[in-house]
Every structure is written in structure tokens, then in C-alpha cells.
């Protein structure tokens, strides 16, 4: 069975940095390529989405609010994803979620969340 596991949020001050990592557990890698993305909630708002990037890692797409600030990358040969994030904002203030979704049947699979708090 695949699980997904955030790590890496915390509390920092605004115009700080944190790296967060989710590792895909239960050798995924065996049953197919898979596109991986960032997500995050803040209390009382839907899940948005943050950025994702594919398989071989040269594709990335990212929301318009972390254009710039955010990086996403991957390193398969781990079964990880990392989202860097700089320069962070009150408004970055959420619970971070990873997500796995299979190229080939678009099923996915969700992270428990790590929770960022930016202060001001």
C-alpha cells in the first residue's frame, strides 16, 4: 500500500524560509510513473493548489501566489518531493499536503499534512 508523509513545517518568521519534504513509501515507483503536487489549506478555506512536477521532474507548474518564492523538486530515486519555499508570508499560513497521482489510471493518493504557520 503507498503512503504518503509530510515533513519540514513549522513556525517561522515572515520573509523566512523552510523546506518540506514528503516521502512516498510502499515502492511505488513499481507500479508506474506518477505525477507529484503540493497543496495547502488554510483554516476555514478549500484545499488550493501549490505546484506539481512529473515524473522526470522537467515539467513544474505553480500557483500564481508562489510564483517565484516556491520550488518544487523530486528525487525518485528516494521516493521523495520537496517544496523550498522562501521568502514566506503571513498569507503562505496552512497545512501543506502531498499528493501522488498516477499517470496512467489519474487515481491518487494524499499526505496526512504538515502545518506552516508564517508570522508577521
Known amino acids: 500500500q503507498v503512503q504518503l508523509v509530510e515533513s519540514g513545517g513549522g513556525l517561522v518568521q515572515a520573509g523566512g524560509s523552510l523546506t518540506l519534504s514528503c516521502v512516498v513509501s510502499?515502492?511505488?515507483?513499481?507500479?508506474?510513473?506518477?505525477?507529484m503536487a503540493w497543496y495547502r489549506q488554510a483554516p476555514g478555506k478549500e484545499r488550493d493548489f501549490v505546484a506539481s512536477?512529473?515524473?522526470?521532474?522537467?515539467?513544474?507548474s505553480y500557483a500564481d501566489a508562489v510564483k517565484g518564492r516556491f520550488t518544487i523538486s523530486r528525487d525518485n530515486a528516494k521516493s521523495m518531493v520537496y517544496l523550498q519555499m522562501n521568502n514566506l508570508k503571513p498569507e503562505d499560513t496552512a497545512t501543506y499536503y502531498c499528493?501522488?497521482?498516477?499517470?496512467?489510471?489519474?487515481?491518487?493518493?494524499w499526505g496526512q499534512g504538515t502545518q506552516v504557520t508564517v508570522s508577521a
Open positions: 499528493k501522488l497521482v498516477w499517470d496512467v489510471t489519474g487515481l491518487t493518493n
Open positions: 510502499g515502492r511505488a515507483f513499481s507500479f508506474g510513473s506518477y505525477t
Open positions: 512536477i512529473n515524473w522526470s521532474g522537467g515539467s513544474t
